[in-house]
């Protein structure tokens, strides 16, 4: 992968990104998200950011050898604090982390939005407490997509600050809009899940010490979910 071929994952976020937008993308690693985007006339410039030295580094050689290091502003800051009020963000996107960990990232960083901004988010696992964060902070769901690479299923959330809104807990755990699409990549996500939650239901019952009864209760629940999604 480099800034001319981007992973299935980034090409699918890199298609979610508005027209002229003005994008932070946060946890960069080596900026070919941006670079891509710029050298495609996609956005007008991007905020790079990252919180480690190696990939802060590697991002600022992209931007560099890219020629586009006066469009491309790459900051070595922890989450949302690459972002500067004179930076007009417009979309925000975060890539390869969990699910958690990007919610952190937006609750921590709450004073850097807006709330104009389209988050564009892809996270590794931990949708469910993603997704409640953007209920609880007024942001609406706006398209979300499962896709399949080499053999992991990966989830896109995009949202943005249209609140109140409220979701049941089916669609915080499966997502709102997945719900009603019920594609056959999430169909085949949630055929998996249902093995790995039965699995695991299994070796809580043959487990030498007591499993918490409220972790056994949750495991149960999520796999009477997933069996009425599939029936």
Not at 34 to 59: C, D, H, N, Q, Y
Not at 71 to 90: F, K, N, Y
Not at 149 to 177: K, T, W
Request: aromatic share 6%.
């Amino acid at each position: 992968m480099n800034e001319q071929t981007l992973s299935m994952r980034l090409e699918r976020v890199a298609g979610l990104v508005p027209k002229g937008a003005r994008l932070a993308d946060i946890g960069s690693d080596h900026g070919y998200l941006p670079v891509a985007l710029i050298k495609r006339g996609v956005i007008t410039a991007a905020v790079a950011g990252e919180v480690a030295l190696t990939p802060f580094r590697s991002a600022e050689r992209t931007a560099r050898e890219s020629g586009l290091d006066e469009q491309i502003s790459v900051r070595l800051a922890s989450g949302l604090e690459a972002i500067e009020p004179a930076d007009g963000i417009t979309a925000i996107s975060m890539c390869g982390m969990g699910g958690e960990t990007i919610r952190d990232i937006l609750d921590s960083g709450k004073r850097h939005l807006n709330g104009g901004e389209r988050l564009i988010l892809q996270p590794n696992g931990g949708e469910q407490p993603l997704r409640r964060w953007l209920m609880d902070n007024d942001y609406r769901i706006q398209h979300e997509e499962v896709l399949q690479e080499n053999r992991f299923y990966y989830e896109i959330i995009v949202a943005e600050r249209d609140g109140p809104v409220r979701y049941s807990a089916e669609q915080l755990y499966f997502g709102p809009l997945q719900l009603q699409a019920r594609s056959p990549v999430f169909l085949a996500k949630w055929q998996r899940m249902l093995r790995l939650k039965q699995k695991t239901l299994a070796s809580f019952t043959r487990a030498q010490q007591a499993v918490a009864e409220e972790k056994v209760e949750e495991i149960a629940q999520q796999v009477r979910w997933i069996s009425e999604l599939l029936a």
